[in-house]
């Protein structure tokens, strides 16, 4: 541990006993969510295409998560396919619905080892049957790991979660299962894809853009966000570590004093 977190910051051995204190392993985030921008602009400064841009970030993904996993995160989720992403051109879509295929069958052995349990959070209508067999069949070879969940955002947005959530709270009334009075908080988060899975203590988003675009919009109401300028493909380990050691700077308040 202690080796990998000197590579990660770039430590010096002899500096190490005063840089280290600024991350503590027992204050780690437990669910951390992550927007992986800037895969085909940092393609284009390049001059490659889109999709090469889309092809490196997709081997960024097991970086952060190793990382993620070694300090001791619960849950990582990453935001891989928007609801939106849908009106990009056919061949990038086409591109981006075949990585699965690539990205678990190269991975999948060392996610095993690491005890990390992968996780889908989105609608699998309209996704193509390729995809699905692959995140399908990641989910099954892992599920009896109980390590960090690797929880992939595919084909999902936050307002067309919550709109359902809205439906089926609304059903539940009309069948007699909830009483409006019962209505609150909690009982609505659990109308949520992710009502297993605690609230997302850190958004990181790559990229230099700073809104939210649609994602966990529920969930997200009291994360601590942290943006950087790096583009996804050349988010490093450090850039993660520096993540966390500024979100344990923070006071975490819930609106309170």
């Known amino acids: 541990m202690l080796k990998l977190i000197k590579k990660w910051l770039g430590i010096n051995v002899k500096s190490v006993s005063s840089a280290i ?15 992986m921008d800037g895969n085909g602009r940092w393609a284009k400064q390049r001059g490659l295409p889109r999709v090469a841009g889309h092809h490196s970030g997709m081997k960024n993904v097991k970086k952060i998560t190793m990382a993620a ?57 309209g996704l193509p049957d390729y995809t699905l067999k692959a995140i399908e069949g990641a989910i099954e070879r892992t599920k009896d790991n109980t390590g960090l969940i690797l929880n992939f ?22 069948n007699g299962k909830l009483q409006v009075e019962d209505l609150d908080e909690a009982s609505f988060s659990s109308y949520m894809l992710t009502s ?28 601590e966000l942290w943006f950087t300028e790096a583009y996804w493909p050349e988010f490093t380990e ?20």
């Open 21 to 35: 204190p600024a991350i503590e392993l027992d204050k780690v985030p437990a669910h951390v969510a992550i927007i």
């Open 69 to 125: 996993n070694e300090i001791g995160v619960k849950v990582l989720t990453m935001y891989a396919f928007s609801t939106e992403n849908w009106k990009r051109p056919k061949e990038e879509v086409e591109f981006l619905m075949k990585l699965p295929q690539e990205f678990f069958p190269l991975e999948i052995e060392e996610l095993i080892e690491n005890n990390v349990r992968i996780r889908m959070t989105g609608w699998k209508e």
């Open 153 to 174: 955002a595919l084909n999902y947005g936050g307002r067309k979660e919550m709109i359902a959530g809205v439906q089926d709270m609304i059903r539940d009334v009309q």
């Open 196 to 223: 297993d899975l605690p609230d997302p203590d850190l958004l990181i988003r790559t990229s230099g853009e700073l809104r939210l675009s649609n994602f966990l919009l529920w969930q997200l109401a009291y994360s």
């Open 238 to 257: 450090s850039l993660f570590m520096q993540a966390i050691a500024e979100y344990q700077r923070r006071g975490r308040r819930y609106g309170g004093i």
